[in-house]
């Protein structure tokens, strides 16, 4: 598998994705944002969902036409911030079903503490994309993903929307198996660990917590 990341470089994306690093871009327009680049994303990210050939009838004629078949698929959200993507990737894949692993930062370390893992019964059996908007050291999705392997989960993305370099080495290096999916990838880390330039702390604006 290729420790490259997919970076979604659509101009919708990239758009919309001017609009949420923005400071001035408030709680509201920024939950909006994320939630649509979410959506754009996820279309981007089911590209290889494998499809079958069936036979249906159109009031015209019948038709051989495709469906998607394989496995179901399960999206996980790192909470909090990956759940402003959540609305956005359902609404592609309503039929999905939802885990959620809850961890946040130290504010000293910048270690991930986990608070909250619940994860469908059958996901050993689904194909998963963990979300959550920021890759920055890269220690809350190592942990997120090593929680889903743990439950015998062998296919697994992860989607979010800016990377930093150091969080990118750093999965690729513990879950080379993960395919990474961002819409931008960033400069650097600075002193407190937020990505460089970024757009800030997401669940904080997500939520308005500061
Ligand atoms: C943010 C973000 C990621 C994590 C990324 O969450 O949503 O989960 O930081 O940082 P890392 O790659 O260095 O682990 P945070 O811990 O701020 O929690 P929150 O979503 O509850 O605000
Ligand atoms: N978490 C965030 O929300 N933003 C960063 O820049 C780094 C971690």
Known sequence: ???????????????????????????KEFRELISEIATLMCYEATRDLP????????PVA????????GRKLAFVPILRAGMGMLDGVM???????VGHIGLYR??????????????????????VIVIDPMLAT??????????????????????????????????TAAHPDVKVYCAALDDHLNDHKYI???????????YGTK
């Open 106 to 127: 130290d504010p000293e370390t910048c270690e991930p503490v986990e608070y909250y893992c619940k994860l469908p019964s059958d996901i050993a059996e689904r194909d």
């Open 138 to 171: 890269g220690g809350s999705a190592i942990d997120a993903i090593k929680m889903i392997k743990q439950r015998g989960v062998t296919s697994i993305k992860f989607m979010c929307i800016i990377a930093a370099p150091e969080g990118l080495a750093a999965l």
């Open 1 to 27: 598998m290729s420790t490259k990341p997919f970076i979604m470089d659509h101009p919708l994306i990239q758009h919309k994705l001017t609009l949420v690093r923005d400071k001035h871009t408030g709680s």
């Open 91 to 97: 609404q592609l894949v309503p039929a999905a079903k």
């Open 196 to 206: 460089v330039p970024g757009l800030g702390d997401a669940g904080d604006r997500i």
């Open 62 to 69: 019948v038709a051989k036409t495709k469906v998607l078949s």
């Open 51 to 58: 499809l079958t050939e069936v036979e249906i009838e159109t």
